[in-house]
């Protein structure tokens, strides 16, 4: 059984548990019955207002339905459900538990101490001050630039959740099945080789984008031109808002969270994880990787109470 066989038929196990009609995804009901015809059956809560603005103004059809086929998020096996699922629970709660399962955070703190240096000042200190997590902001599908001419990037990568702690970016690529369907992943263009200013402090990870510039011959499963991207961008914000603000930081963390699975795709996929990370860590990006199983068991062991709706339903659903 492929990783991508595994994770369906355990969705399609679920949805039947649930007593679910399936359909097809191509509309009139045609093609593998694996999409629910009501999109709120196929969340843990219905999406708020907010998010649906942020999925609307996203790339694809993530919420509406096209002419030929429904609603990409109404799919089982949607990446962008499982998203969904996970992190728009604790939009406005104390998430401090979330954080801590993500590896992000301390356990034991819920107002984790950051240090930042002194604004303005000719000779910068620095000195602990305490954000509180209640006011972290979860964003979905926020874009971030690599370069401000449109003429060559027309587009910004889109990352998939975003949690704004109002000193640093926590960035999250999130997958489900994407590693294991089997297509090529994508190299990264030439135009991303041309401008040296893009890899200043990044010589590590240049030389892991000349390798797989223009294809990608090196990673199966991992989408190593897409992460790269994401630190680009990610990257590019952080200089900017360190120029605001008068700044000699540049703080961001990007987190690869994915759905694990069992057999030969699960192992290499995980291979292909740690070898990247490897890669850019000796940049000093601060690089991390988890899996949903582990972040749902974390919660579910640790923050149980007041939580038993929604670790349930995860459980129920995705381990």
């Not at 086929?69 to 499982?82: C, D, E, G, Q």
Request: proline share 4%; glycine share 8%.
């Amino acid at each position: 059984m492929t990783g991508l066989e595994f994770i369906k038929s355990k969705q399609q196990n679920w949805a039947k548990r649930q007593g679910l009609e399936l359909v097809g995804g191509t509309i009139p009901d045609k093609g593998e019955k694996n999409y629910l015809y009501d999109l709120t059956d196929n969340l843990f809560e219905p999406l708020s207002d907010e998010n649906l603005i942020y999925y609307g103004s996203g790339d694809g059809n993530e919420t509406k339905d096209g002419k030929i086929r429904l609603a990409k998020m109404k799919a089982l096996h949607s990446s962008s459900a499982l998203v969904v699922n996970m992190f728009q629970y604790w939009q406005g709660k104390e998430n401090t538990p979330l954080l801590y399962a993500c590896g992000l955070s301390s356990k034991k703190s819920s107002k984790p101490s950051c240090m930042i240096e002194n604004i303005g000042s000719d000779f910068p200190k620095v000195i602990p001050i305490v954000r509180d997590p209640l006011k972290y902001k979860i964003k979905f599908e926020e874009r971030f630039e690599i370069s401000e001419d449109k003429s060559l990037f027309p587009h910004s990568p889109n990352i998939d959740i975003v949690i704004e702690t109002g000193l640093s970016d926590i960035a999250i690529e999130s997958k489900f099945t994407e590693p294991y369907g089997g297509r090529k992943h994508e190299g990264l263009k030439q135009k991303y080789m041309e401008d040296v200013s893009f890899w200043d402090g990044l010589p590590n990870l240049y030389e892991l984008a000349k390798e797989i510039s223009p294809d990608n011959n090196k990673f199966q499963y991992l989408d190593a031109a897409q992460l790269i991207k994401h630190i680009l961008g990610l990257k590019k914000r952080c200089e900017k808002q360190n120029l605001y603000l008068k700044r000699k930081i540049c703080g961001f963390r990007l987190l690869y969270l994915w759905y694990d699975v069992i057999g030969e795709d699960g192992v290499k996929h995980r291979k292909e994880i740690e070898q990247f990370a490897k890669i850019v860590r000796r940049d000093n990006i601060k690089f991390s990787h988890t899996t949903y199983q582990e972040v749902i068991m974390k919660l579910s062991k640790e923050y149980y109470g007041g939580n038993e709706v929604y670790c349930n339903y995860m459980t129920n659903r995705y381990l």
